[in-house]
């Protein structure tokens, strides 16, 4: 099973280096955009971190759990999702959560 965990994620990544914005970067942590941690791997779950409602929906419908950090404890924004098949999808919509300015602080 972990050669298809590692095999969806490096898919994951693949499609998201090729972004046309050129801003996610790979790391050991896991994926960066504009320099902010978006995505990881942990065990065999992605990890993303998403708005708070998002997260707290895909929570409601046990599609995610929550992620429990050793260094911070819980988040509200950060998930971990199981299913290979919505990776791509969540991973995605990371990226644009995190890599988008907060409003009022585009200039």
Known sequence: MAGEVE?????VTRELLMDEDYDVDLTPDGLLVKGRLFAFL????????LPEARSADLRERGIAVAFH???????????????LQLW????????????????????
Request: charged share 30%.
């Open 7 to 11: 095999l969806a994620y490096e898919a």
């Open 42 to 49: 942990e065990d065999d779950d992605l990890v993303v971190e």
């Open 69 to 83: 950090s050793t260094k911070g404890g819980d988040s509200r924004n950060w998930v971990r999702v199981a299913d």
């Open 88 to 107: 791509s999808e969540l991973a995605r919509e990371a990226h644009q959560f995190v890599g988008e300015p907060p409003v009022g602080h585009q200039s």
